[in-house]
């Protein structure tokens, strides 16, 4: 029998992933993958855990709330069907699901990053204070815009399809290769950031319309695709 104590860190990962996908298949290891329905955000986190086996959960939400009823809740593997839960007085059988109908699971393999023509840094406070913006200004695009021969990189939030709409303009210092206005929807930053734990990220864009965002203080990545012009 394999025993498992999910740490803080983690859950708060599941639970973001949860926003990505509301399904997860979990593989034998500590790397921890989701993919979203649409293809076009994928997450991989690499924890302290160690899971014994492959199994899959349907509804990853529930199941994270059902581990919050626990205090210090383990999770032991004794079946290839359901995974027990179990935290003092109290325990829990939670069945597995079949991956291979129900689930859309991330790839196993690492995404080969095309090259970086911008990169900079964020703080999750700056990140943070994007996604108000755009929500108080109904704004769902934000252009990554860079000039050759200029280290000065313009976040700009807008809306494209509105040539009056209002604008929100952040200013960061980074490295470029060129002349770039490269488009990605707010609706699909879904990293994990919260003003009571911010998380800072290291962000590539590329003009073949993705972008990478680590994390500087979690093992944690996630490939967000971009919009074509």
């Given at each position: ?215 500087q203080d979690t093992d944690l ?9």
């Amino acid at each position: 029998m394999s025993k498992v104590t999910l740490s803080q860190t983690t859950l708060d990962v599941l639970k973001n992933f949860s926003t990505i996908n509301s399904s997860i298949v979990f593989r034998q290891g500590s790397t921890v993958r989701t993919i979203s329905n649409a293809e076009n955000i994928l997450a991989k986190y690499t924890g302290e855990e160690i899971f014994p086996t492959d199994f899959a959960i349907y509804d990853l939400s529930q199941f994270l709330m059902g581990i919050s009823l626990f205090n210090d809740p383990q999770l032991e593997f004794t079946s290839k069907d359901f995974v027990n839960i179990k935290g003092g007085r109290q325990s829990a059988k939670y069945y597995f699901s079949d991956p291979e109908i129900t689930l859309k699971s991330a790839p196993e393999k690492n995404v080969k990053f095309p090259g970086s023509d911008i990169q900079f840094s964020l703080t999750g406070v700056e990140l943070i204070n994007i996604q108000k913006a755009s929500a108080i200004y109904s704004l769902p695009d934000l252009t990554f815009y860079s000039e050759e021969g200029s280290n000065t990189i313009r976040l700009i939030l807008r809306d494209k399809e509105n040539d009056t709409s209002n604008t929100y303009d952040l200013s960061v210092e980074g490295t470029v290769t060129g002349t770039f206005s490269l488009d990605l929807k707010i609706e699909n930053i879904r990293v994990l950031n919260s003003m009571s734990s911010p998380q800072d990220y290291n962000i590539k864009v590329s003009q073949h319309l993705i972008s990478e965002w680590t994390s500087q203080d979690t093992d944690l990545k996630y490939y967000i695709a971009l919009e074509p012009a």
